[in-house]
T-cell receptor
Framework: DAKTTQPNSMESNEEEPVHLPCNHS???????IHWYRQLPSQGPEYVIH???SNVNNRMASLAIAEDRKSSTLILHRATLRDAAVYYC??????????????FGQGTELSVKP | DTAVSQTPKYLVTQMGNDKSIKCEQN?????MYWYKQDSKKFLKIMFS???????INETVPNRFSPKSPDKAHLNLHINSLELGDSAVYFC?????????????FGEGSRLTVL
């Protein structure tokens, strides 16, 4: 299973942008880059995913390097509610992989008022 | 209306007992999963079912037996509970077993084995 590397923790100030990096140097051509987050005492929730191009949705933006060996999740204005563990995950889109997500250690984001 | 619901939310039991956790999804998804999150917070996949059929079994001990009576339900039965089984168990579902669809997770069931 392809692996990702993320910083253990990051800090941000409220209402400032946050850039969460992820390295995935062994990514394969069939891997999508997914981001999930886990708020305290809750199950993980989907944030965003992409293959090659940058992606935006109402929660965040995903910037993917041209060689796809790294990506950055961007929260445009952090709020206290964004304090969570953020997981960068490579998901093989082939059906024979069973759709599983392989979670790494994630980045614990704390947001200061 | 909760998309993926698990019961019970908390379960405290003695070593050696047998217990079950139930999961239901109302999203019409074909694929369901069980994940285990241990005390170090690592989330690890245990099982994946697609249309009631087992498609992933990540070398989980035989004491763990998932059952999917229909594609909206995936229950987890654990026999002869051990201390190391203490964890939070998350159920999840996705539209299919491949592609790019997101997984929807339940709120978790915290199992404590004494």
């Amino acid at each position: 299973d392809a692996k990702t590397t993320q910083p253990n923790s990051m800090e941000s100030n409220e209402e400032e942008p946050v850039h969460l990096p992820c390295n995935h140097s062994t990514i394969s051509g069939t891997d999508y880059i997914h981001w999930y987050r886990q708020l305290p005492s809750q199950g993980p929730e989907y944030v965003i995913h992409g293959l090659t191009s940058n992606v935006n949705n109402r929660m965040a933006s995903l910037a993917i390097a041209e060689d796809r060996k790294s990506s950055t999740l961007i929260l445009h204005r952090a709020t206290l509610r964004d304090a969570a563990v953020y997981y960068c995950i490579l998901r093989d889109y082939n059906y024979n992989q069973g759709g599983k997500l392989i979670f790494g250690q994630g980045t614990e984001l704390s947001v200061k008022p | 209306d909760t998309a993926v619901s698990q019961t019970p939310k908390y379960l405290v039991t003695q070593m050696g007992n047998d217990k079950s956790i139930k999961c239901e999804q109302n999203l019409g998804h074909d694929t369901m999963y069980w994940y285990k999150q241990d005390s170090k917070k690592f989330l690890k996949i245990m099982f994946s079912y697609n249309n009631k059929e087992l498609i992933i079994n990540e070398t989980v001990p035989n004491r763990f037996s998932p059952k999917s009576p229909d594609k909206a339900h995936l229950n987890l039965h654990i026999n002869s509970l051990e201390l190391g089984d203490s964890a939070v168990y998350f159920c999840a579902s996705s539209q299919t077993s491949g592609g790019t669809g997101e997984l929807f997770f339940g709120e978790g069931s915290r199992l404590t084995v004494l």
